[in-house]
């Protein structure tokens, strides 16, 4: 079951200018800065209600936020949606014929289990999954 838009993942070149950028527009101090060394990337999550923004930068030239940035420039990266059971989700969605790029969940930024869904199957949008790991 979905249960929340839980953030919208933003490509960005500089990390650094684009947390100042979003903290004026927010009018709010982010609440958290994370490496995720798996991902090769650095995230700044910003609260929105009962959301988030999660400003994404590359740490390493093969990293698919670098990649993604030379490709496409800045913009909206991802839509990450949290789910109840994130095993369960993905057994439908494959089942239901939608090209998930992890077979396994994996540990992603802000204490979550994470797996993304191929936007060739999403209409052009790629979508994460998220549970929370307690
Ligand atoms: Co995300």
């Known amino acids: 079951m979905f249960t929340n838009l839980e953030h919208l993942g933003l490509a960005v070149h500089d990390l650094e200018a684009a947390t100042a950028l979003y903290t004026i527009l927010l009018n709010q101090e982010p609440y958290k800065k994370e490496h995720v060394a798996s ?25 698919a936020i670098t990649r993604y940035l030379s490709k496409k420039g800045e913009g ?5 949606f949290e789910v109840a059971d994130i095993r369960a ?3 439908r969605l494959k089942e239901q014929g939608f090209m998930l790029l992890n077979e396994e969940p994996k540990r ?7 797996c993304f869904v191929h936007p060739k199957s999403a209409a052009g949008v790629l979508v994460e999954l998220c549970q929370e790991i307690v």
Request: aromatic share 4%; net charge negative; hydrophobic share 40%.
């Open 76 to 80: 909206i990266h991802h839509v990450a």
């Open 39 to 63: 991902e090769g990337v650095d995230t700044v999550f910003f609260r929105v209600g009962g959301s988030k923004i999660e400003l994404l930068a590359g740490t390493t030239p093969d990293s």
């Open 108 to 114: 992603g930024a802000d204490n979550k289990l994470v």
């Open 89 to 91: 989700t993905m057994a």
